[in-house]
């Protein structure tokens, strides 16, 4: 018998207008949601304004640090980290009027230097792009994910799984999820493993990557299949606390 909660949230990065789409879906289905929002977006793409960001909190979801730049942080000198990290969350918080205590790292790429700088700037939990994993009690500023709302080919999987330190992860992907032929099907299964053992079901995406891949259906069908059971938490990121750390994973996270 299952001994342990069924968490479900999802967490979405690079502040694009398309968010705006997302939050719909997920409100219309009671699901928590995390913005992850820059000040300028991947390759010039363009921004949600500081309205849009306010309707989204409005609407009780979470938003998150996410840089200044969108720049890695682990290409910079610590002075720039610097700049990145506090400058993102002082002006989040300057348009919300509220604390924001979570951050994703642009690519997915960190260290323990950037970790050290996140703490001192006050975040509370930093977001990776680290797939496959459903344990609580994990580092909170090493906070992985389940699935990518993405069709990541096999390599790709196997790649993030191999860079995040990952081998519970590694052997479950090859002996139950390697065969499923797409990525809607590989996030029904590891909701259901949840909802058997128990542990976090973290879907993350970019809604611009979304539309222009045209994604809409397949996520609408996997929001649908997590949506309002019984006996599972639906929350934010930031809502799942803050656990105690555990022993250092490895530092790179593969970027997705």
């Known amino acids: 018998m299952k001994s342990k909660a069924t968490i479900v949230t999802t967490s979405w990065d690079d502040g694009n207008p398309c968010d ?6 997920l409100k219309a289905r009671d699901l928590g949601g995390t913005f992850y929002c ?16 306010r309707s989204l909190a409005e609407e009780g979801f979470e938003l998150g640090g996410h840089t200044l730049s969108h720049t890695a942080l682990t290409h910079l000198c610590s002075e720039e980290v610097v700049r990145e990290v506090r400058g993102c969350k002082t002006r989040l918080e300057d348009i919300l009027g509220d604390s924001v205590r979570m951050f994703c790292y642009p ?19 930093a977001r990776t792009t680290r797939m496959f994993r459903y344990e609580l009690g994990l580092d909170p ?6 699935i990518h709302a993405y069709p ?30 797409s990525w809607v099907s590989v996030a029904k ?3 259901d493993q949840a909802l058997r053992e128990g542990g976090v079901w ?4 970019h809604s611009w990557l979304i539309e222009e891949m045209a994604l809409w259906d397949g996520l609408v069908e996997v929001l649908d299949y997590v949506s309002r059971r019984e006996n599972v938490r639906y929350a934010n990121n930031g809502e799942l606390g ?15």
């Open 20 to 25: 705006l789409k997302i939050a719909e879906l």
């Open 38 to 53: 820059p000040f300028r977006g991947p390759e010039g793409r363009p921004i949600l304004t500081s309205t849009q960001i």
């Open 107 to 125: 690519n997915g790429r960190f260290n323990s230097e950037v970790i050290q700088h996140l703490r001192a700037a006050g975040f509370q939990g």
């Open 141 to 146: 500023y090493r906070m992985p994910t389940s």
């Open 152 to 181: 990541n080919s096999r390599s790709q999987y196997v790649r993030n799984l191999v860079r995040g330190g990952n081998p519970a992860g590694l052997c479950w992907y090859l002996t139950k999820f390697v065969k499923r032929n």
């Open 189 to 191: 299964a590891q909701f």
């Open 202 to 205: 973290h879907l993350y995406g």
């Open 242 to 256: 803050a656990p105690r750390e555990t022993a250092p994973a490895p530092d790179l996270a593969l970027a997705s």
